[in-house]
């Protein structure tokens, strides 16, 4: 094998030169490029200090094939724009160390991409931690960590294969389909780094496309800042032991169902956060939760799925302002069905407030899709107005209160002689309008037989006949409505 312990490229001019190298041992760390180089290419190469790729500006492609990186540092991709990046059979091999420096590549056996642009991304039966900053991805990113046509069981997996990191810090793919294949994932990062010059609150890392992780065993998944703008998330029956996403958009679809699995432990999941993020739709039917589930302050354009999962006692969700269950009309079925399994789930939790919050959400689902359909009932709709379809006690008691005073000012002036503003007051006139309605409220319809506080004598008005008739009759609804709100409030403790 040729051994090189030192590479310099000459200007070739205007015209763009590509470089092979094979079977060639490097004993350097850094290969310097210039403008005029369309593509390197390794063939069966060794690099024993590692190797740092840096300023590409207008390359096809770098290729690396059957190559080994003897260095914990790795391979090294900086400041370069290209257009494919392919990393296939290679291993990156030196210091067994599991330290994890972020922002820094020092990362055993790691390839390190930062402050690149490139197309497409191939990265095929390569066993290496893998980490990218401040880059872009244009059209495909593909990890593989085995060929497609390799086929491994669990304990071939188990020793040939270590748990692996990725790391992703403001890196963008735009457009681009994320295919990962690694067997057996230490942790996965997706998160904005603290950058002065980024005027978003959420970093827009993916603004249409797939998402799709496969893996044996996820141990940590974080996303931080992100948003998956348009995306389709691809988790499906991925066995995952902590999923924490803060601050973020979880795509159009966050596939987390789980129903063809080899071990039944690989349905547990240990921790399960997604605080102060916006999920439009979300499945996490057949999963196990050893602890509570945490949603604060999560936005929810349409219910999650909990179908067949017990959820643990103790589990945070968000109020109802943070659900949209008008979001699509198409899936308002869906929609209800979802919001019933929560609120009995809840109740079989005997979590009162969050079966109360998935009751009321239940029924307005159940009020909208009612409309569409022509069936709405005006019952229904008053219902839902006075007590939140039976829930709240002090909306009927404020009905009440209010409409007493003003029957009590509409009996005065239906009495009263004379109007102006420059006349005194009729305190008696007022007292016992008040007198009366009251009544209608601790009797109502006794006017029917007896005006007797209102008029010192037993006269029949049809005025005020109908108006105490009106009076009595949403008295009693509010009184109705406060007592059965009671009811539901006490038998929820």
Same mark, same amino acid.
Request: aromatic residues 14%.
């Given at each position: 094998?040729?051994?090189?312990?030192?590479?310099?490229?000459?200007?070739?001019?205007?015209?763009?030169?590509?470089?092979?190298?094979?079977?060639?041992?490097?004993?350097?760390?850094?290969?310097?490029?210039?403008?005029?180089?369309?593509?390197?290419?390794?063939?069966?190469?060794?690099?024993?200090?590692?190797?740092?790729?840096?300023?590409?500006?207008?390359?096809?492609?770098?290729?690396?094939?059957?190559?080994?990186?003897?260095?914990?540092?790795?391979?090294?991709?900086?400041?370069?724009?290209?257009?494919?990046?392919?990393?296939?059979?290679?291993?990156?091999?030196?210091?067994?160390?599991?330290?994890?420096?972020?922002?820094?590549?020092?990362?055993?056996?790691?390839?390190?991409?930062?402050?690149?642009?490139?197309?497409?991304?191939?990265?095929?039966?390569?066993?290496?931690?893998?980490?990218?900053?401040?880059?872009?991805?244009?059209?495909?990113?593909?990890?593989?960590?085995?060929?497609?046509?390799?086929?491994?069981?669990?304990?071939?997996?188990?020793?040939?294969?270590?748990?692996?990191?990725?790391?992703?810090?403001?890196?963008?793919?735009?457009?681009?389909?994320?295919?990962?294949?690694?067997?057996?994932?230490?942790?996965?990062?997706?998160?904005?780094?603290?950058?002065?010059?980024?005027?978003?609150?959420?970093?827009?890392?993916?603004?249409?496309?797939?998402?799709?992780?496969?893996?044996?065993?996820?141990?940590?998944?974080?996303?931080?800042?992100?948003?998956?703008?348009?995306?389709?998330?691809?988790?499906?029956?991925?066995?995952?032991?902590?999923?924490?996403?803060?601050?973020?958009?979880?795509?159009?679809?966050?596939?987390?169902?789980?129903?063809?699995?080899?071990?039944?432990?690989?349905?547990?999941?240990?921790?399960?956060?997604?605080?102060?993020?916006?999920?439009?739709?979300?499945?996490?039917?057949?999963?196990?939760?050893?602890?509570?589930?945490?949603?604060?302050?999560?936005?929810?354009?349409?219910?999650?799925?909990?179908?067949?999962?017990?959820?643990?006692?103790?589990?945070?969700?968000?109020?109802?302002?943070?659900?949209?269950?008008?979001?699509?009309?198409?899936?308002?079925?869906?929609?209800?069905?979802?919001?019933?399994?929560?609120?009995?789930?809840?109740?079989?939790?005997?979590?009162?407030?969050?079966?109360?919050?998935?009751?009321?959400?239940?029924?307005?689902?159940?009020?909208?899709?009612?409309?569409?359909?022509?069936?709405?009932?005006?019952?229904?709709?008053?219902?839902?107005?006075?007590?939140?379809?039976? $829930?709240?006690? +002090?909306?009927? @008691?404020?009905?009440?209160? =209010?409409?007493?005073?003003?029957?009590? #000012?509409?009996? !005065? %002036? &239906?009495?009263?002689?004379?109007?102006?503003?420059?006349?005194?007051?009729?305190?008696?006139?007022?007292?016992?309008?008040?007198?009366?309605?009251?009544?209608?409220?601790?009797?109502?319809?006794?006017?029917?037989?007896?005006?007797?506080?209102?008029?010192?004598?037993?006269?029949? $008005?049809?005025? +005020?006949?109908? @108006?105490?008739?009106?009076? =009595?009759?949403?008295?009693?609804?509010? #009184?109705?409505? !406060? %007592? &059965?709100?009671?009811?539901?409030?006490?038998?929820?403790?």
């Amino acid at each position: 094998m040729i051994i090189i312990k030192k590479l310099d490229f000459i200007n070739s001019g205007d015209q763009a030169s590509s470089h092979t190298f094979e079977n060639v041992i490097f004993r350097m760390d850094q290969i310097q490029c210039n403008e005029y180089i369309s593509s390197l290419v390794f063939v069966n190469c060794v690099f024993e200090q590692g190797l740092k790729v840096e300023g590409l500006s207008s390359s096809d492609y770098i290729h690396f094939d059957n190559c080994e990186f003897l260095h914990q540092t790795g391979l090294y991709i900086l400041d370069c724009k290209l257009h494919s990046l392919c990393i296939w059979d290679c291993v990156l091999s030196g210091n067994s160390d599991n330290y994890f420096k972020l922002f820094t590549g020092i990362l055993p056996e790691t390839l390190l991409i930062k402050n690149s642009n490139i197309e497409t991304v191939s990265i095929i039966n390569s066993k290496f931690n893998f980490e990218a900053q401040n880059s872009l991805f244009r059209k495909k990113f593909k990890y593989y960590a085995v060929d497609q046509k390799n086929t491994l069981n669990a304990d071939q997996q188990e020793k040939e294969f270590p748990e692996l990191y990725l790391y992703f810090g403001s890196t963008i793919f735009s457009r681009a389909k994320i295919d990962i294949r690694v067997p057996r994932i230490e942790s996965i990062t997706f998160e904005q780094l603290d950058d002065k010059n980024c005027q978003k609150k959420q970093l827009e890392i993916h603004d249409k496309g797939m998402v799709s992780i496969k893996s044996d065993r996820i141990k940590n998944f974080y996303v931080q800042n992100v948003s998956f703008t348009n995306s389709y998330i691809d988790l499906e029956n991925v066995p995952i032991h902590v999923f924490e996403a803060k601050f973020s958009r979880l795509g159009n679809h966050l596939n987390m169902a789980i129903a063809r699995l080899y071990d039944e432990n690989d349905r547990k999941i240990i921790s399960l956060e997604i605080i102060q993020s916006t999920i439009v739709e979300s499945k996490f039917s057949g999963r196990e939760f050893d602890n509570r589930l945490n949603f604060t302050k999560t936005f929810f354009h349409l219910p999650p799925i909990f179908y067949e999962t017990k959820i643990p006692e103790g589990s945070v969700f968000p109020n109802r302002r943070y659900f949209d269950f008008i979001y699509d009309e198409n899936k308002l079925v869906d929609s209800l069905n979802a919001f019933r399994y929560l609120r009995k789930a809840m109740e079989d939790r005997r979590d009162r407030d969050a079966e109360g919050q998935f009751y009321l959400l239940e029924q307005e689902t159940k009020k909208r899709l009612d409309k569409i359909e022509g069936t709405n009932s005006f019952f229904r709709m008053l219902y839902g107005f006075l007590s939140d379809y039976g $829930t709240d006690y +002090v909306k009927p @008691l404020l009905v009440l209160f =209010s409409s007493t005073i003003i029957f009590t #000012i509409y009996y !005065a %002036i &239906l009495l009263s002689p004379i109007l102006s503003w420059s006349l005194p007051f009729d305190w008696d006139l007022i007292g016992r309008s008040l007198h009366f309605s009251v009544k209608q409220v601790v009797l109502p319809f006794w006017s029917i037989k007896d005006l007797t506080p209102l008029f010192g004598k037993d006269i029949q $008005t049809s005025g +005020v006949l109908f @108006l105490s008739f009106v009076q =009595s009759l949403i008295s009693g609804i509010s #009184i109705t409505l !406060a %007592i &059965l709100a009671l009811r539901w409030k006490f038998k929820r403790g």
